[in-house]
């Protein structure tokens, strides 16, 4: 009997293992269809920082479907789903960064963490919401527009945004200058460093940079602002002229090349041989025929008045300085035969009493296209060495500085007038040589 009864009991075992097998094999079927659901629904995943296509936007699009229809599924299973998702350089990437680990080794939520700080937006908050501010429609299609404006409101985390943070952020977006590029730089580096920073914080620390950054100019030695002038001109094609017909005629290829600039007759990019409106054409600008306003060479002559001004190599102590006469007042003038204008400084223009100034003809600027303040110009007339010249002095705040054709028109008048005393001495000479020989050779009687 207890022989009986211990078989039973061994045949009933076996039995509830059977059963067991067979329900985690069922279980495991249905996991896979589950699985197989998924992935015919979910896309795979490819970083796109251009169309921003980050994991994190990847995921809230299918974290509802992941999370209720594979609610079935364990968090190894679906951790090691949402790895198969990815694409084949993204996946090599999250494995590598893994190492020595491996997914497998990996829970759920550490692997959706370190794919969002793998493949996450690279563009700083503040930016982010800089280009919020400033999108525009395209004109083309409203509810992707929409769209969009969602997406950057998302993703800017607006609603997160301080006072403070939106103070700063228009203050650094009204800074649009390309003199302001370095400015801008370090008030969003500021930013980003210091979320809690105020707007006069920021002010503060960016004035005692600039502070700082002229003080270290000024130990290393300044430079002179200016060196040479040069008139900056457009370019534009020049008029057609056809060829000779004994030339090689031009080759088909070259016609269907784009043009590198616009046609100077219309303005519309094409070769100007090709242009059909030339005759039509009228000019409101000098009211000539042949062109438009926009591209008329009067228009352009007077209005290209922009000459730039580069920073010499040479240190203050190597520069040449002379005495200059400027309507009888003695100033003290760099010399520099690359200049093409004459440059007073605002201090020597107030020696002179402050001539009557008239509105300046020239836009000068920097090498690095920085404006220069122009306070006026003056006619007026100099003297260097006894040699006299006139011309423009242009009132600014660079040191003076003598005009190129100036310069040279007073030094060969002085280097003139040394010719002609030396021409008196050595004649002097020689005729007291010959009159000394005469009287040697025919003595008085």
């Not at 076996?14 to 279980?27: D, G, H, P, S, W």
């Not at 694409?87 to 550490?110: A, G, I, M, T, Y």
């Not at 201090?347 to 509105?359: A, E, G, Y």
């Not at 020689?430 to 009687?445: D, V």
Request: charged share 30%; aromatic share 6%.
């Amino acid at each position: 009997m207890r022989l009986q009864r211990e078989l039973m009991t061994q045949q009933q075992n076996a039995f509830m293992e059977i059963i067991t097998k067979l329900e985690k094999k069922e279980e495991t079927k249905d996991n896979t269809a589950v699985v197989n659901s998924l992935n015919a629904r979910i896309t795979p995943f490819a970083y796109n920082t251009d169309e921003g296509e980050t994991f994190d936007r990847w995921y809230s699009r299918y974290e509802d479907i992941i999370k209720k229809d594979g609610a079935a599924l364990e968090d190894e299973e679906m951790a090691r789903f949402i790895v198969s998702k990815l694409e084949r350089k993204e996946s090599e990437q999250f494995r590598n960064h893994l190492l020595p680990k491996s997914p497998s080794e990996v829970k759920l939520e550490d692997t959706i963490k370190t794919l969002k700080k793998l493949f996450n937006e690279s563009k700083s908050i503040t930016r982010m919401r800089y280009e919020l501010l400033t999108v525009k429609f395209d004109g083309v299609d409203r509810k992707e527009y929409t769209g969009n404006i969602k997406r950057l409101f998302n993703v800017a985390q607006w609603k997160e945004m301080s006072e403070d943070q939106a103070q700063c952020l228009l203050w650094t977006i009204g800074l649009q200058s390309s003199q302001h590029t370095e400015t801008r730089l370090r008030a969003l580096r500021e930013m980003e460093a210091n979320p809690k920073i105020t707007l006069t914080e920021l002010a503060d620390r960016l004035d005692h940079v600039i502070a700082m950054k002229a003080d270290a100019d000024f130990i290393g030695g300044a430079k002179s602002s200016v060196n040479f002038i040069k008139n900056k001109k457009p370019h534009v094609q020049q008029p057609f002229k056809p060829k000779p017909s004994n030339q090689n005629p031009q080759k088909s290829d070259d016609k269907k090349k784009p043009p590198p600039t616009p046609c100077c007759y219309c303005g519309d990019m094409h070769w100007n041989r090709d242009c059909k409106q030339k005759k039509s054409l009228v000019c409101h600008q000098c009211h000539k025929t042949g062109h438009v306003a926009k591209m008329c060479r009067q228009k352009n002559s007077q209005s290209n008045n922009a000459v730039f001004i580069a920073e010499s190599s040479a240190g203050a102590k190597n520069r040449i300085y002379t005495e200059v006469l400027i309507d009888g007042t003695p100033i003290r003038m760099v010399l520099d035969t690359g200049a093409e204008v004459t440059l007073l400084n605002k201090s020597d223009w107030v020696k002179m009493n402050k001539p009557t100034l008239s509105p300046p003809t020239l836009n000068l600027r920097t090498a690095t296209k920085k404006p220069i303040d122009v306070k006026g110009q003056f006619q007026c007339k100099f003297v260097l060495n006894g040699q006299n010249g006139s011309g423009s002095c242009h009132v600014t705040d660079t040191a003076s500085l003598l005009d190129k054709s100036l310069f040279e028109h007073l030094v060969r008048g002085s280097i003139n007038a040394v010719k002609s005393s030396e021409a008196s001495e050595v004649m002097a000479k020689h005729r007291i040589q010959l009159q000394k020989r005469l009287e040697t050779e025919f003595p008085e009687t």
